[in-house]
């Protein structure tokens, strides 16, 4: 009886270890996957700018609103010591999180003023450069450079 209650137990915690696991609570994950997320966007964008798709208005739009949206995270998803593991994050970012952070401020209002700014192929290009400038400059500082 009492074996079972043991066993039962130990059981249960490997269970809800697992599911810890599972929820991605870990934040490099998170901000790498939200990182592709922005590439992804971005991949859209010049597709659609370069006439590789037809020009949309309403999918750029909903483009750069991600874009915001993900920039509204990064901060977060930095938190102190979260350099354990795979990942491409320079120390300096928390030496200067204020600043970086501002980076992704930036980021978001860009990618918020880039949505009423689109009317046609043109304008997005511009668009894309404004809010591109954002990702080249973030990861120059703060991005550990590959090799
Ligand atoms: C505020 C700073 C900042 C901004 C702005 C930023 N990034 Fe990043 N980005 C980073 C950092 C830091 C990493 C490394 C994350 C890690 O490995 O933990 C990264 C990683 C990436 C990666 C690699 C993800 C992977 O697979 O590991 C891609 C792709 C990327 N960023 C694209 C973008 C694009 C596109 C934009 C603009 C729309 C952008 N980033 C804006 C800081 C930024």
Known sequence: MRRTVVTAFFGLSILSGLGVLAQTSD?????????????????????MARGQAPFNAATAQAAFQRVAQNAQQIPALFPAGSTQGKTAALPTIWERKADFDAHATKLEQDAKAAQGAI????????????????CGGCHETYRRKES
Do not use: H, Y
């Open 27 to 47: 934040p490099i994950t998170q901000r790498q996957n939200l990182m592709k997320n922005n590439q992804e966007q971005m991949r859209t964008l010049t597709g």
């Open 119 to 134: 009317t046609d192929q043109a304008s997005l290009q511009a668009a894309i450069q404004r809010v591109g400038q954002n």
